[in-house]
């Protein structure tokens, strides 16, 4: 039997994004850029509400959560990292490297996710406190 999938994902505009100190310590592709924090939020903006128009056009149903300025979280639009679900009604909740990282596990963003019937919650994120990390990409 064939499962219903909807086309719908979760996308967290930026509010503050910027390079990474924390994340770029084990980051080869993180590379620092010679623009402002403002230019490079404003590309960031531009990109965002670009691939927003477009997934939308293609009729995939489009979740916006705004980040915010505090606390401060430059990578917040990767949620991917900490989080993924799967068709088996599963989210899986990943122990992330830093701790600003970590700061991006808001509840407006999990409670996209916990909207689900019979929802299993995988949570990781114990290992943190080990040093024991696995973030999701």
Same mark, same amino acid.
């Given at each position: 039997?064939?499962?219903? !999938?909807?086309?719908?994902?979760?996308? *967290?505009?930026?509010?503050?994004?910027?390079? $990474?100190?924390?994340?770029? *310590?084990?980051? =080869? =592709?993180?590379? %620092? &850029? +010679?623009?402002?924090?403002?230019?490079?939020? +404003?590309?960031?903006?531009?990109?965002?509400?670009?691939? *927003?128009?477009?997934?939308?056009?293609?009729?995939?149903? @489009?979740?916006? !959560?705004? &980040?915010?300025?505090?606390?401060?979280?430059?990578?917040? !639009?990767?949620?991917? $990292?900490?989080?993924?679900?799967?068709?088996?009604?599963? @989210? /899986?909740?990943?122990?992330?490297?830093?701790?600003?990282?970590?700061?991006?596990?808001?509840?407006?963003?999990?409670?996209? /996710?916990? &909207?689900?019937?019979?929802?299993?919650?995988? &949570?990781?994120?114990?290992?943190?406190? %080990?040093?024991?990390?696995?973030?999701?990409?």
């Amino acid at each position: 039997m064939k499962k219903n !999938i909807t086309n719908k994902i979760l996308m *967290v505009r930026p509010a503050l994004f910027a390079f $990474n100190e924390e994340t770029a *310590v084990n980051n =080869y =592709y993180q590379k %620092r &850029d +010679n623009k402002t924090i403002q230019e490079i939020q +404003n590309s960031a903006l531009i990109e965002f509400d670009k691939m *927003v128009e477009k997934l939308k056009n293609i009729g995939i149903d @489009v979740k916006v !959560i705004q &980040d915010t300025k505090e606390p401060h979280t430059p990578d917040s !639009i990767f949620p991917n $990292n900490w989080f993924s679900t799967h068709y088996s009604n599963t @989210v /899986v909740l990943y122990p992330m490297f830093a701790e600003n990282r970590r700061l991006e596990r808001t509840d407006k963003i999990l409670e996209f /996710v916990k &909207d689900r019937e019979n929802l299993k919650i995988v &949570d990781l994120t114990e290992n943190e406190k %080990r040093d024991r990390f696995l973030e999701g990409t």
